[in-house]
């Protein structure tokens, strides 16, 4: 099976770096509009959700008061369903719908992406995130600032940023793993898109109060730089590629291991 991710593995590309990002760039511009594009999308979802869920004039919030537990199982089942309708859509087939730069690290780590193109997927993730929580800043207004939503950042829990990268550590760590093994599996490689949305869901029920639940850093960044409010943002950006990261090496260790020392000749990606 060939996929979007194996024409970015194995494009011809200039030796000189500077040569390689631009010939990356003319060669696969469409796969990073994707890519910003649908966390765009995921950030823009995620903003109108909260709205909904969490202002106080809102019916949804009104309906569902005194009901926390309530109302975070509806915004994870939502946000569940947009992550499967990004990854399965055409674009998120075109780029393998990573969407977040902890993910696109990870399988650069498998050798699953050139560097070239890893970069352009980064700087694509962290310009989509910020458009988003623009374009929610602007249409939003006064409700996406409210104290209640703050722009959607995320936010260490009451027991602090320690417990906060230890949970987005966690969470990342086993996102990974869970797709690597699904991805390698071939009755769950159709459906890898559904055990993530699945996961995130969970994720936003059980574990938003110690971390806010990001697993993303161009998502938190965005978010941020919004409400101009970046306390506690390294946890953000350090946990979920290290907890990511740290999957795909042992995952890469593991397969080889398994082969003999030899390394495996395909590693499937998400689409």
């Known amino acids: 099976m060939r996929t979007a991710a194996d ?13 390689a990002l ?14 910003a594009a649908g966390l765009a999308f995921f950030i823009a979802c995620a903003s109108v959700f909260t709205v909904l ?50 993910v696109t690290l990870a399988f ?10 890893a970069l352009w997927y980064g700087v694509a993730q962290v310009l989509g995130g910020l458009a988003g929580a623009g374009w929610c800043k602007q249409v939003l207004g006064r409700y996406y600032a409210h104290t209640s939503v703050h722009h959607i950042t995320t936010r260490p829990g009451p027991d602090g940023a320690g417990v906060a990268f230890g949970a987005e550590l966690l969470i990342s760590f086993v996102s990974m793993a869970v ?23 969970l994720y ?12 993303n850093p161009a998502r938190s960044l965005a978010s941020a730089v919004a409400a101009q409010d970046f ?3 390294w946890v953000y950006l350090v946990a979920p590629p290290l907890g990511m990261g740290l999957a795909a090496v042992l995952c890469r260790g593991w397969r080889r291991g398994r082969a ?12």
Not at 183 to 200: P, Y
């Open 108 to 117: 650069w780590c498998l050798g699953k992406l050139r560097g070239a193109d």
């Open 204 to 215: 936003i029920l059980v574990e938003t109060p110690y971390s806010g639940m990001s697993l």
């Open 179 to 201: 797709l690597l093994g699904a991805l390698h599996h071939a009755r769950l490689e159709k459906v890898a898109g559904w055990l993530i949305g699945g996961l995130i869901a």
């Open 53 to 102: 869920l969490e202002h106080p004039a809102s019916p949804v919030h009104q309906a569902l008061a005194g009901h926390e537990v309530g109302r975070r199982a509806v915004l994870g089942v939502g946000m569940g369903f947009v992550i499967v309708a990004i990854v399965y859509s055409p674009w998120g087939k075109q780029s393998g719908a990573h969407i977040n730069p902890a």
């Open 7 to 19: 024409a970015l593995q194995t494009a011809p590309l200039p030796g000189r770096p500077g040569r």
């Open 231 to 233: 306390r506690a943002l």
């Open 260 to 271: 003999g020392g030899a390394e495996p000749p395909h590693y499937p990606a998400p689409g």
């Open 22 to 35: 631009l010939a990356a760039l003319r060669s696969h511009w469409r796969h990073y509009v994707a890519e």
